[in-house]
């Protein structure tokens, strides 16, 4: 209850912000001296297609039929980015879309015009695109010292990737651990050379809360016999903070100046769905409408957890309204973050090895 209060109201917590604070405000000051000097890659659903419907009760709270449609120049990722960019970061943005992607470019440097910002192809739905993609980065030889997971995707209905595994838990959790992977020495590359810490930030959603332990099958959620698209997100999004846990762990193994944590960005403003006001009242709306967030309020706990220096150090957390929260019994379990650790090691192993024989 004190926390739903204090997101209504929009009180600061401990990092001294709240749930009103914009992704601007959190980002006046950053853990590098020199931004410039650092690059980051931002995968995002304003990048991309994405179209979701998503009927939520959470602390509550009833959160209606939300349209998650964003557009080229709209949503938490081009937020973010547009952010990271004004205050001197070089951006890479790989996109599914180069069109859309395209255009968020040039809406960022409309207000940002040095802003240096390399658009690349990737389909995180499909491995070999994920391959595609690392292979040219890596050729670059750019630093990386920032990668923010932060693409989502939403299907009502069953579909299957290319590699024949269920939409959307491949897009949210199974591409962005291939990328992840691809990348990592990379960054703990960077990190050594420079001596500046990477940051990894999986963007989760308090959706993850909804997954029993029963429901979280690995094969299942790769194939499920009985689909349902919500149970799908949510379990992608449980994934996402199990797959922060399990590498926050190696990394700190290794001794690693890399961290990695989850956040859920809030609920975001993006075109509540007034087709079914004959069953949603106009005094329901306006509520909801007061409980949603703004888009540079969804972007601010991915730009404070980018790149706050209150978070030196700070791995394998979850945050939500740019404080530390706590996250589901299950998103907690060591255990569970090993077994889905491994499991998906030995799936995307097996089938790059395959694609690269296949080539």
């Known amino acids: 209850m004190r926390e739903t209060l204090r997101y209504l109201l929009g009180l600061a917590g401990p990092s001294g912000f709240g749930s009103s604070v914009t992704a601007e405000q959190v980002s006046q000051d950053i853990y590098s001296p020199n931004p410039r000097n650092l690059t980051a890659i931002i995968t995002g659903s304003s990048f991309t297609s994405l179209s979701s419907k998503i009927c939520m009760i959470i602390d509550h709270f009833v959160w209606f039929e939300c349209c998650l449609t964003t557009g080229a120049t709209s949503g938490i990722g081009a937020e973010t980015a547009r952010v990271l960019a004004k205050r001197g970061l070089r951006l890479v ?191 329901m709306f306006f509520l909801a409408a007061r409980l949603l967030k703004s888009t540079p309020q969804g972007a601010a706990t991915t730009c404070y957890v980018a790149l706050s220096p209150q978070l030196v150090g700070v791995s394998g957390k979850y945050f939500a309204d740019c404080n530390e929260s706590s996250c589901s019994n299950l998103a907690n379990n060591e255990i569970a973050a090993q077994i889905l650790w491994r499991k998906s090691h030995s799936l995307v192993l097996n089938h790059v090895l395959q694609m690269k024989k296949e080539t």
């Open 93 to 283: 943005i790989p996109a599914r879309d180069l069109k859309r992607a395209a255009e968020v470019k040039a809406w960022i440097q409309e207000e940002t015009p040095d802003a240096e910002i390399l658009l690349m192809e990737m389909d995180l739905s499909s491995f070999a695109s994920i391959q595609r993609f690392c292979s040219v980065f890596l050729s670059l030889r750019l630093p990386l010292n920032i990668l923010i997971n932060n693409a989502g995707k939403y299907c009502k209905k069953l579909q299957f990737t290319k590699d024949k595994f269920e939409m959307t838990f491949a897009t949210n959790y199974l591409g962005h651990y291939l990328l992840t992977e691809n990348l990592l020495e990379r960054m703990i590359e960077t990190s050594e050379r420079t001596g500046t810490e990477g940051r990894i930030i999986n963007v989760s959603s308090v959706i993850h809360t909804w997954v029993k332990r029963k429901r979280f099958k690995f094969s299942d959620m790769l194939n499920p016999e009985e689909y349902n698209g919500t149970v799908a997100y949510a379990q992608s999004k449980l994934a996402n903070i199990l797959h922060a846990k399990e590498i926050a762990r190696r990394l700190r193994e290794r001794n690693a100046k890399l961290t990695i944590n989850a956040l859920h960005p809030g609920i975001v403003k993006t075109g509540i769905i007034r087709d079914h006001k004959g069953l949603i009242t106009d005094s």
